[in-house]
Nanobody, 122 residues
Framework: QVQLVESGGGLVQAGDSLRLSCVASGRTFSTMGWFRQAPGKEREFVAAIRWSTGTTNYADSVKGRFTISRDNAKNTVYLQMNSLKPEDTAVYFC?????????????????WGQGTQVTVSS
């Protein structure tokens, strides 16, 4: 049974940092991604990382502020979020691809976590 379990969300002030974690289990994956969805908006890509090489890609809106990383031994992917802004407020979802490279397309991901809320106050 595949499971993606996110943690680390919370309420912070603008300029603060948070680190999200996603523990993956049940099978191996080629790529892990983070997406987010704000109220009334579509789910959008944040970042992705390939398990084998560590190759990453980011949405323009988070480049230079967010860092995705992985710990292969712990089957865990992290999203370090610095210099948070109110517009980063959203539910953040961990996603996994069984095959393929990092992608910004939600339909390329086969598995999803339940999401964790991040709220940034101004």
């Amino acid at each position: 049974q595949v499971q993606l379990v996110e943690s680390g969300g919370g309420l912070v002030q603008a300029g603060d940092s948070l680190r999200l974690s996603c523990v993956a289990s049940g099978r191996t994956f080629s790529t892990m991604g983070w997406f987010r969805q704000a109220p009334g908006k579509e789910r959008e890509f944040v970042a992705a990382i390939r398990w084998s090489t560590g190759t990453t890609n980011y949405a323009d809106s988070v480049k230079g502020r967010f860092t995705i990383s992985r710990d292969n031994a712990k089957n865990t992917v992290y999203l370090q979020m610095n210099s948070l802004k109110p517009e980063d407020t959203a539910v953040y979802f961990c996603a996994a691809r069984a095959y393929g490279l990092g992608s910004a397309n939600i339909y390329d991901y086969n598995y999803w976590g339940q999401g964790t809320q991040v709220t940034v106050s101004s």
